[in-house]
């Protein structure tokens, strides 16, 4: 059964920073990219942050350059993002996904079930 | 970015209607048009990629469409659990962008 489990979400201040995870199993996670991808309350989907199998290639959102850190390791099946500097239009859902990946289609295969970041005083 | 427009946004329908949403894309996207079912406090979750394959286990009464820069999604005979949101999304270039959604309501 395929799996993606995130945690880390919470209530957090202005300028304070979260670390969100994201644990994988059921599917072949050390061969895929894996997004960040967040939904903001009553609002649609947009893409974080991504990065590719072997950990080289990040790639971040504009809002959220320069504050949010992705990374995963491959011994544990699991994907990472550090969220530092958060700000009140961070709040949203935080989903974890797996992109799948061929000659003619690319798309979001699995997700997971989401963490919600509140950034409040 | 490749701009993705979906319309309608809501949508008021009764089960047993046939509907179409629509999603059109800011350049041509040749078949690079995914389509995903969100219910609420859920997440999304992948109904038709491609513009037009079905997922394994999705019902038939699903359908997409469209290539380039017009795309649609189809559901005939609605049934109560596809009241929910959809979205389109492309996939022909980085970064990924979604449209705004569609949410289908009971009349």
């Known amino acids: 059964e395929v799996q993606l489990v995130e945690s880390g979400g919470g209530l957090v201040q202005p300028g304070g920073s979260l670390r969100l995870s994201c644990a994988a199993s059921g599917f072949d996670f050390i061969y895929r990219w894996m997004y960040w991808v967040r939904q903001a309350p009553g609002k649609g989907l947009v893409w974080v942050s991504r990065v590719d199998s072997a950990a080289v290639t990040t790639n971040y959102e504009d809002s959220v350059k320069g504050r949010f850190t992705i990374s995963r390791d491959n011994r544990r099946n699991a994907v990472y993002l550090q969220m530092n500097g958060l700000r009140a239009e961070d709040t949203a859902v935080y989903y974890c996904?797996?992109?799948?990946?061929?000659?003619?289609?690319?798309?979001?295969?699995?997700w997971g079930q989401g963490t919600l970041v509140t950034v409040s005083s | 970015d490749i701009q993705v427009t979906q319309s309608p946004s809501y949508l008021s329908t009764s089960i047993g209607d046939r509907i179409t949403i629509s999603c059109r894309a800011s350049?041509?996207?040749?078949?690079?048009l995914n389509w995903y079912q969100q219910k609420p406090g859920k997440a999304p979750k992948l109904l038709i990629d491609?513009?037009?394959s079905l997922q394994s286990g999705v019902p038939s009464r699903f359908s997409g469409g469209g290539s380039g820069t017009d795309f649609t999604l189809t559901i005939t005979s609605l049934q109560p659990e596809d009241f929910a949101t959809y979205y389109c999304q492309q996939s022909y270039r980085f970064p990924p962008t979604f449209g705004q959604g569609t949410k289908l309501e009971i009349e």
């Open positions: 996904v797996s992109l799948y990946s061929s000659s003619r289609s690319q798309y979001f295969q699995h």
């Open positions: 491609s513009a037009s």
């Open positions: 350049e041509n996207i040749d078949t690079y």
